[in-house]
């Protein structure tokens, strides 16, 4: 037990009361007593009381369990509301101070330093009461002595902190209008005279929060919530005032709050978080909420957790036949919670799509330089080394919420899905879109010298680009600034890499394709596979004689399996093994050919087709049209003559009709 230790007495004891705390203040050995002292508080003050026991008597109680020591208050409980915060803090807070809080505190103490010095002779006095009030009449001015005991008790009790003087002004102004009958308007005067308008009172106010809360939401404002407020629940009506303009009024002259009085009242009664909550909504309330912490804070791995989402291209891409300019193009991207690197990334035109979401993941699962050569470019392993699925994933309630998990319970551990139009829920990925420029100029649009696929290859460079430029600064924690780590995303995805936390799940090419990509049908003729008039072949897959037997037997109906947005290369399963197949390019193929989308290949496809239709339909007219031409030219039919039986004869008329035709070509015979 030590000096401001808490003594309470379950049952009461003696002078204790039960339910009240008392402080024990010293135990006397040589005059065999134990001093406690009793902090009460009146209407409009503190006092402080000595509470005197034998000491024998004292501890008996504490082992009979009578009496039970609490933890010590180092500080005075009329003062807990300000403990640990800062003087200056409370200094700042202050308005129109005559006198600060240290020349209060240092005022008081002067008046008992006297008695500090001399503590334990008074405290140990028969009578220390008189003591302490011979010494207050001898101060200059003489002081009150019950304040003076206050303030000499409470220094000693409370460790001798000259701060425990202080006096509880930040309880002043407590004072509560709900509480007191008025038969006039408080506070500031108003400009419309001292008592116009009404006293806000505890019914009044009910009735406001009654209104509010029926009335209130997020589409409203508030103008708009009190009118509605005064209408309905206060019965008020609108006039026109003398000149111009309108004025609430009650017609039976009824207690109205005003604008003021009314929103007063609410956020008295609504907390700040509710209040923004019922004004602004969700979504625009918790972007005025302070941060509750990272994302990453709780990850420990790489690829542990990996957001997607969707951005677009503010650019119009060009079409491929007309270039004219086409709908906006949405690039998915995958982003790593841990280090922020982008591990997928894949793309659909117009808007977001599901076969987006399944190229990102197949981007995810295979190695990047095998991604970056199905679009015709050679990359570096180490410029993008994330490889590997991640076995939770986010996805928003877009098309990515259509995702069918059961299917891929082998590697998919998690799958989330955020609420509907919440970005903070996904910051990682939302925060590393790109950003452009959006000046206030007149509407236009920006027409790309870029198709389709020609975007897409590009935002594979600004995925390589972005994760070896982005600011990962924040990101990085002591040992890796020690350890002379790049604050980049890739920098801080090797880091982690080369110690080995690294949730990756690794899935073999040929699964990946059979998992993610798109299956198409194709047909199989003697001399290619025709994926919509397109021709693709290998070496591989000629091996495999499958050719042949289309020659045999006819055309072969299958199924292959395409990257949507790049059809340079498709792969198709012969007798269980996937191969991979290349577009056949002749000699006056131009490079811009190659890489078309599935999309485009389809319109180009079409575009044959209806070519050949064309082209079928016309013979008979154009042959026609030309057979008519000649007959009118000649006066002769195209086919004119007459069919007689056996071969053409070799008698004596034919050899001499022979001879005219080779005397007329200027042969001779």
Not at 1 to 9: D, P, Q
Not at 98 to 108: A, T
Not at 316 to 345: D, H, M
Not at 417 to 432: D, M, R
């Amino acid at each position: 037990m030590m000096i401001g230790s808490r003594i309470v007495a379950p049952e009461g004891y003696k002078s204790l009361q039960k339910g009240e705390v008392y402080h024990f203040l010293l135990s006397d050995g040589a005059n065999n007593r134990v001093r406690l002292v009793f902090f009460s508080k009146a209407k409009n003050s503190l006092k402080a009381q000595l509470i005197t026991f034998g000491r024998i008597e004292f501890e008996e109680a504490l082992e009979n369990g009578l009496l039970i020591e609490e933890a010590p208050d180092k500080f005075p409980p009329w003062l807990a509301n300000i403990q640990g915060v800062s003087l200056q803090h409370l200094e700042e807070n202050r308005k129109s101070a005559k006198e600060s809080y240290d020349q209060k505190v240092n005022r008081r103490y002067l008046a008992i330093a006297g008695l500090a010095e001399r503590a334990n002779k008074i405290l140990s006095a028969d009578k220390p009461s008189l003591e302490i009030s011979a010494h207050a009449k001898d101060q200059s001015p003489p002081q009150n002595p019950t304040r003076l005991r206050l303030w000499f008790l409470t220094y000693i009790v409370f460790g001798r902190n000259k701060w425990a003087l202080l006096p509880p002004l930040h309880a002043a102004g407590r004072w509560n209008r709900e509480d007191h009958a008025a038969k006039q308007k408080l506070g500031r005067p108003s400009r419309k005279g001292k008592k116009w308008g009404f006293h806000a009172d505890r019914t009044m106010r009910d009735k406001i929060l009654e209104g509010f809360l029926c009335e209130k939401a997020k589409e409203k404002t508030k103008i708009g919530i009190y009118s509605e407020v005064l209408t309905k629940f206060f019965g008020c009506i609108s006039v026109q005032k003398k000149g111009s303009g309108h004025k609430f009024v009650h017609p039976e002259g009824k207690p109205f709050p005003t604008y003021r009085q009314f929103w007063y009242a609410i956020k008295k009664r609504v907390p700040q978080r509710e209040l923004s909550l019922a004004l602004k909504g969700r979504h625009d309330s918790r972007k005025l909420s302070g941060s509750e912490g990272e994302f990453s804070e709780l990850l420990s791995n790489i690829n542990q957790v990996v957001e997607f989402d969707g951005y677009y291209i503010s650019e119009n891409p060009a079409g491929i036949i007309e270039g004219t300019a086409q709908k906006g193009y949405c690039v998915i991207r995958g982003t790593c919670e841990l280090s922020g690197a982008v591990t997928a990334i894949g793309f659909s035109e117009a808007g977001e799509t599901m076969e987006a979401y399944r190229m990102a993941l197949f981007c995810m699962a295979i190695n990047k330089v095998k991604f970056f050569e199905l679009f015709g470019f050679v990359l570096d392993p180490e410029e993008w080394a994330c490889e590997g699925l991640s076995g939770d994933i986010i996805f928003d309630r877009g098309p990515g919420a259509t995702f069918d998990c059961l299917p891929e319970i082998n590697w998919l551990g998690a799958f989330e899905l955020t609420p509907t139009f919440s970005g903070q829920s996904k910051a990682t990925v939302e925060s590393s879109h790109p950003r452009d420029k959006h000046p206030t100029a007149q509407p236009s649009h920006f027409l790309s010298d870029k198709n389709f696929i020609s975007l897409a290859r590009r935002e594979l460079w600004r995925v390589v680009m972005d994760n070896a430029s982005s600011d990962a600064t924040s990101r990085l924690n002591d040992d890796m600034v020690l350890a002379g780590v790049r604050p980049t995303p890739q920098g801080i995805w090797d880091y982690w890499d080369a110690r080995g936390r690294n949730s990756s799940i690794s899935m073999e090419f040929d699964t990946a394709v059979r998992t993610f990509l798109t299956p198409t049908p194709v047909s199989i003729t003697r001399d290619a596979v025709y994926l919509h008039k397109r021709k693709y072949r290998s070496e591989a897959l000629i091996a495999t004689g499958v050719f042949d037997r289309a020659a045999r037997h006819g055309v072969i109906q299958t199924t292959a399996y395409v990257l949507t947005m790049c059809v340079r290369h498709i792969w198709i399963e012969v007798e269980g093994v996937l191969y991979e197949l290349d577009v056949m390019r002749s000699v006056k193929t131009t490079e811009g050919t190659i890489d078309l989308t599935l999309r485009e290949l389809c319109e180009l496809g079409q575009m044959r087709r209806d070519s050949e239709a064309d082209l079928e339909e016309e013979i008979p007219a154009t042959q026609w049209f030309y057979r008519n031409r000649y007959e009118q030219a000649t006066g002769e039919t195209w086919g004119g003559g007459v069919r007689k039986p056996g071969g053409a004869p070799k008698n004596a008329a034919a050899k001499r009709d022979s001879a005219d035709v080779a005397r007329f070509r200027g042969k001779s015979q």
